[in-house]
């Protein structure tokens, strides 16, 4: 009988210490001091769990296989519940466990003041335990009834601070989107079920790799759709905004953190190990378009915003759509950039909505057109939010730089390689993608932080100790993953990437067959540092700065299209005349740049209608769409 104090069991126990903290939380979480205990105690000894097992797992390439109860065996297959850990779903684990770890750290301070903090602290680890238990499982079942369980707990806290104005609603469109996408899984799972009779990932990828038949094609669009949904990718982007505007900022760095990465989780091991198909380039073309349109919709629409948490959830997708682009790449330099990208994703944009949440916290609104001066009142909270907007938007020397570069380097790469100039498009995207990436951050910062304090915010003070010490947390990350890219390649991102493009040794271990590890040239992300790299960022910058001045001008500074007369302080400003102050709201800043593309942005705004009746609409076109897809293109 196996010990129980081996390594083995370390996988269940991280999953099983933060649902036992959930239930010890419901018996006596009245009091405050044994709640927050027990939360603090539950992360932190789920992350320590799961650290341990990075010498094993990430240095030397085991795969742990733990099997619950009694398991059967058919055709040299175990067939059972199991949890099966390799690098690829450590490296997912490691980045659930940090986000959770952080955001409970910032929920002591920041949720003092709020009603009903037991529920909070039992749905939030229900929140973590859900999502954890998702990218450990090794069972396809098993991941279905990890994503109801993430799913719900995820919808009752966005509507946690029920009396917030759009937050019922927001979690209502969640719920009702959120049980669509989990029905595709399901769907997809029986399918899948009823044609090879087993529900192990191990088992289910040794039967059906690499073509795709009828059946299986449908089955495949439900899996994807499904979790394209917790991916919030498009057409499920507008979920992401009306969460996260409702929900928490804690909170906010969980869905945006964690659970957009249980659906990128999801579906690569859906491509490259269920089905196997990244040799198909529909399959290809399908991702890279995907994260593609993802990318670019989701960066314009940031711009449009005027509220400080939904121009965040934008710019979460548009970042996801990064990753899923960079996967999508199939090649070994795509994904070890794809992972770091999630990961860097995770730090940096938990950063940012711990900031919005330290806004929020003393200023009681997000309210972009409201807000400004904050510099002069919270100095630490704008230090540490200009260093998520510096590593969010690919400025040296933090960490989204260094895995931005590695993935313009991958597509273009592939350009070379395969001739499609497809590919080629795909990196200038991801360029424009970040320049107006940094456009919308200097609009944030200079909208939040900088310019006039207004009279009503004259006696905001800086957040608590704890509340710094998590967002402290997050930029120490920013900056250390972004210095030292080729330690981050050759621990975490490197294995994963290794993981991916060798499912064999996934299937073999569910068999207990043991298989070498077989290491290839990791890439390494070191060129980012190079000269002449420097200077191609220079050229990048030029063309950013060239793009915003070309996309910023208009015709006439008084009047409009229309001809109706402008507000005068749109006019030119010349020497001599009388000196009058004019806040520029957020919705100003680069109001030259939204009047040209006016068009472009009615359309998205007509589009874009909040019923939840469309949403769902959405979900099934989508569904549709990728069933069609691959009938006629497989």
């Known amino acids: 009988m196996m010990n129980v104090l081996s390594y083995q069991h370390f996988p269940i126990y991280a999953i099983m210490v933060l649902f036992l903290g959930a239930f010890l939380i419901?018996?006596?979480?009245?009091?405050?001091?044994?709640?927050?205990?027990?939360?603090l105690l539950s992360v932190t000894g789920s992350l320590a769990l799961l650290v341990s097992l990075v010498p094993r797992v990430m240095l030397n390439g085991e795969i742990i296989t733990y099997w619950m109860g009694n398991r059967a065996y058919a055709g040299g297959y175990a067939i059972g519940i199991a949890l099966e850990v390799d690098a690829l779903s450590l490296f997912f684990a490691l980045l659930i466990a940090v986000a959770v770890f952080v955001s409970c750290v910032y929920s002591i301070r920041y949720m003092?003041?709020?009603?009903?903090?037991?529920?909070?602290?039992?749905?939030?680890?229900m929140l973590a335990g859900g999502v954890l238990g998702l990218v450990l499982s090794g069972d396809l079942f098993n991941m279905f009834i990890m994503v109801e369980i993430l799913t719900f707990a995820a919808v009752a806290l966005t509507a946690f601070r029920n009396t917030a104005r759009g937050a019922l609603e927001a979690a209502f469109k969640y719920l009702v989107v959120g049980s669509i996408g989990s029905t595709c899984i399901l769907a997809g799972t029986i399918m899948l079920y009823a044609q090879v009779h087993t529900l192990n990932f191990a088992q289910l990828s040794a039967l059906i790799p690499g073509h795709l038949n009828g059946s299986t094609r449908v089955a495949f669009a439900l899996l994807f759709v499904g979790f394209s949904t917790k991916a919030f990718l498009v057409p499920f982007h507008p979920l992401a905004a009306d969460a996260h505007g409702a929900a928490p900022a804690s909170i906010s760095v969980l869905i945006s953190g964690v659970l957009t990465k249980s659906g990128i989780y999801g579906i690569i091991r859906l491509v490259y190990f269920l089905f196997?198909?990244?040799?198909?380039?529909?399959?290809?073309f399908m991702l890279v378009f995907v994260g593609s349109v993802s990318m670019f919709v989701c960066v314009t629409m940031a711009l449009a915003q005027h509220d400080f948490k939904r121009l965040l959830a934008f710019h979460s997708i548009s970042q996801i759509g990064y990753v899923l682009t960079a996967v999508g790449l199939s090649t070994a330099l795509g994904i070890s950039a794809g992972l770091y990208h999630a990961m860097n994703h995770t730090i940096f944009k938990g950063l940012l909505f711990l900031a919005a949440g330290a806004v929020l916290h003393e200023t009681g609104t997000t309210d972009l057109d409201r807000l400004g001066g904050l510099s002069k009142r919270m100095p630490h909270t704008t230090v540490l939010f200009l260093i998520g907007a510096a590593s969010i938007s690919g400025i040296p020397p933090f960490n989204g730089f260094a895995s931005k570069w590695l993935i313009y380097q991958a597509a273009y790469l592939r350009a070379v390689e395969t001739g499609n100039i497809g590919?080629?498009?795909v990196t200038i995207i991801a360029l424009v993608t970040s320049t107006l990436t940094l456009a919308s951050f200097v609009k944030v910062s200079q909208s939040v932080f900088f310019g006039r304090l207004p009279e009503e915010f004259k006696d905001v003070k800086e957040v608590p100790f704890?509340?710094?010490?998590?967002?402290?947390?997050?930029?120490?990350?920013?900056?250390l993953?972004?210095?030292?890219?080729?330690?981050?390649?050759?621990?975490?991102?490197?294995?994963?990437?290794?993981a991916v493009l060798n499912p064999i040794r996934y299937i073999a271990a569910a068999r207990g067959i043991e298989m070498p590890v077989e290491n290839a040239a990791l890439p390494q992300a070191a060129g980012a540092w190079s000269p002449i790299n420097w200077l191609l960022l220079l050229g990048i910058a030029l063309f950013a700065i060239t793009l915003v001045a070309l996309l910023g001008k208009y015709d006439q500074v008084s009047e409009n299209a229309s001809g109706e007369k402008l507000p005068a302080k749109y006019d030119l400003f010349f020497s001599g005349e009388k000196s009058v102050y004019s806040q520029v709201g957020g919705g100003d800043l680069f109001w030259g740049f939204k009047h040209n593309w006016r068009h472009y942005f009615s359309f998205m705004h007509d589009l874009h209608s909040g019923v939840v009746n469309d949403y769902a609409l959405w979900a099934v076109v989508a569904l549709a769409l990728a069933i069609a897809f691959l009938q006629i293109v497989l």
Do not use: W
Not at 26 to 39: E, H, M, Q, W
Not at 276 to 284: A, F, T, Y
Not at 466 to 479: D, E, K, P, Y
């Open 466 to 479: 704890g509340m710094r010490f998590a967002m402290s947390l997050f930029a120490i990350l920013c900056v």
């Open 481 to 498: 993953t972004g210095l030292l890219p080729d330690l981050v390649t050759k621990l975490l991102s490197g294995p994963a990437a290794q």
């Open 26 to 39: 419901v018996l006596f979480g009245k009091n405050k001091i044994a709640r927050s205990c027990l939360a």
């Open 112 to 125: 003092e003041h709020d009603d009903n903090i037991p529920q909070y602290y039992t749905l939030f680890l």
């Open 423 to 425: 590919y080629l498009l």
């Open 276 to 284: 196997q198909s990244m040799g198909l380039r529909p399959i290809q």
